[in-house]
């Protein structure tokens, strides 16, 4: 009987160590590519089935390339790679969208065949693609969002609950609960977080939606500024071209303090994949009420049920999502310089 026991067993192991399918979906900001490099490092936790951009945070077009070179500079020459045609509610500043491109002229990430790049570009638009990924992987993909969610409510509005069914958890990189929120935008009270504010119908759908939602909101990322001393320590270890890149990357951004002392750059995107690869590193709660604002003055803002506030607009239905709430800063840099030493 003995062997048929190993038989049995043997199976069990192999599927406990395979990695997560992830569909990585990105607005091309600086901190969204320094997410792609660590989402990568980890190819024993997951796996990356396909990347949609929104043009939100970023060109599109440009992020697009960004995405494409990166990815083969790393030698992932297959993960295909769309573009979303969904339109803002309220758009990223310029001066914003424009910064990607300082990533995009990057010597190390230029040394690609610009052809051979472009074979993975997707024709279908973004945001189809990424129903045509869930709809024909067997297992429930984890979607990794460190933009606005409108890609994911689009396709809750045209396959709900099919679509909601296929779909393992949204790690959601939005939302401002117990903070402020980032937004300066006239018309708007500042309580949102911009990848909210940028189409908050859309956390309305996703919302009102079955789909698990983890969130990590402002209270949690505004613990992880990307500092010059992060950056230095990159250079320690300039051996390995993840981390090369990740400090190149992140370097772009570095004096942005110095322009708004208030409110720094933060870590927001990394942070999130981060919480997703270790589990240890964020403290999370499962049950967290709550109902997003999808117009008004507060348009974008995620409320707790439990926080004293009038509602005078459209808001969603109150669910409960999972949301990180604490992250110890120099665990979290640590994590991440250890995933890069890689090359
Ligand atoms: C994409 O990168 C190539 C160089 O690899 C450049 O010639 C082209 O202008 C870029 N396109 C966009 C849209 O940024
Ligand atoms: C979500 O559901 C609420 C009621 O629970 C409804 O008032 C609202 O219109 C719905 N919002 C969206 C964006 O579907
Ligand atoms: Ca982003």
Redesign the pocket.
């Given at each position: 009987m003995k062997p048929v026991v190993i038989l049995l067993l043997l199976p069990l192991v192999i599927t406990a160590a395979k990695p997560q399918k992830v569909i990585f979906d990105h607005d091309g900001g600086i901190d969204d590519f320094v997410t792609l490099l660590l989402l990568l490092s980890k190819p024993e936790l997951v796996s990356v089935v396909g990347i949609t951009i929104l043009d939100a945070d970023c060109r599109a077009e440009v992020a697009a390339n960004t995405t494409l070179k990166l990815l083969h500079t790393l030698g992932f020459n297959d993960i295909p790679v769309a573009i979303s045609t969904l339109p803002a509610v309220n758009p990223f500043p310029d001066i914003w969208r424009w910064s990607g491109l300082t990533v995009d002229v990057q010597p190390l990430i230029n040394q690609v065949d610009s052809i051979s790049v472009k074979q993975n570009l997707v024709q279908q638009p973004g945001q189809d693609f990424l129903w045509e990924l869930l709809r024909t992987q067997l297992e429930r993909i984890t979607i990794v969002a460190t933009g606005p969610l409108s890609n994911v409510a689009y396709i809750i509005k045209h396959y709900g609950d099919e679509a909601a069914a296929r779909i393992k958890e949204v790690w959601w990189m939005g939302g401002a609960v117990y903070v402020q929120g980032n937004v300066d935008y006239p018309g708007h009270d500042g309580s949102a977080e911009w990848n909210a504010f940028w189409d908050p119908?859309a956390v309305?759908?996703v919302?009102?939606s079955s789909v698990p939602i983890v969130m990590v909101p402002l209270d949690v990322t505004n613990h992880v500024p990307v500092t010059p001393d992060l950056i230095y320590r990159f250079g320690r270890q300039a051996e390995y071209l993840y981390s090369v890149l990740a400090g190149t990357i992140w370097s772009k951004v570095i004096s942005w303090v110095y322009e708004r002392p208030l409110e720094p750059y933060f870590a927001w995107d990394t942070l999130t994949a981060a919480c997703l690869l270790s589990r240890e590193l964020c403290a999370r709660v499962d049950d967290l009420v709550s109902y997003a604002v999808?117009s008004g003055p507060s348009q974008g803002r995620v409320v707790a049920a439990n926080q004293c506030v009038a509602r005078s607009s459209?808001?969603?239905?109150?669910r409960t999502i999972a949301t990180v709430i604490q992250v110890d800063a120099e665990e979290f840099y640590g994590f991440v310089l250890d995933a890069l030493k890689r090359s």
């Open positions: 119908p309305g759908v919302w009102n999808v459209d808001v969603s239905r109150q």
